[in-house]
């Protein structure tokens, strides 16, 4: 049985072989169609609307199918799909794969688990350097101070 993970809901489902990413989101649960309008879509399986659209990391090269010819067809409307980019109404499991869900779905899991500790990190850094002699990263006892 196919196990499907879709990273950013972090949810775990097992499906038949051969049955879509679209049918494994709808049996997690998970909406697909997010943005302006979600309910406008082709009505699944039809291919050509773009809205179901995930990136796909299969587990083993056979896990799923190549790019089928709605995927690749130069009519698209909203432009080709690439790289890991798939429809997820297009691409059937055979294997293990990871999903990864476009953002703005109602299932987004919270990512503010910062862990604590003093070794330096690409944030900190990013952050230090951008308010660097602005005032702006100033410690809110130093403004206490300042004020005062
Ligand atoms: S549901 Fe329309 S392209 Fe997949």
Redesign the pocket.
């Known amino acids: 049985m196919p196990k499907i993970t879709f990273e950013r809901e972090q949810r775990v489902v097992e499906i038949k072989p051969g049955q879509t990413l679209?049918q494994a989101a709808d049996q997690a649960g998970i909406d697909l169609f997010r943005g302006m309008w979600p309910g406008l879509?082709?009505n699944?399986m039809?291919?050509?609307?773009?809205?179901?659209k995930v990136w796909v990391t299969p587990e083993t090269p056979q896990a799923i199918n190549p790019p089928t010819a709605k995927e690749r067809s130069p009519l698209r409307l909203n432009g080709r799909v690439h790289g890991s980019l798939r429809?997820?109404?297009?691409v059937q499991a055979q294997g293990d794969v990871v999903v990864h869900t476009r953002v703005g779905g109602p299932e987004v899991a919270g990512n503010t688990d910062w862990p604590d500790t003093d070794e330096p990190t690409k944030w900190k850094e990013r952050w230090e350097k951008r308010h660097e002699g602005k005032g702006g990263a100033a410690e809110p006892d130093e403004e206490a101070e300042a004020e005062g």
Do not use: D
């Open positions: 679209l879509h082709c699944r039809k291919g050509w609307c773009n809205r179901c429809l997820a109404c297009q």
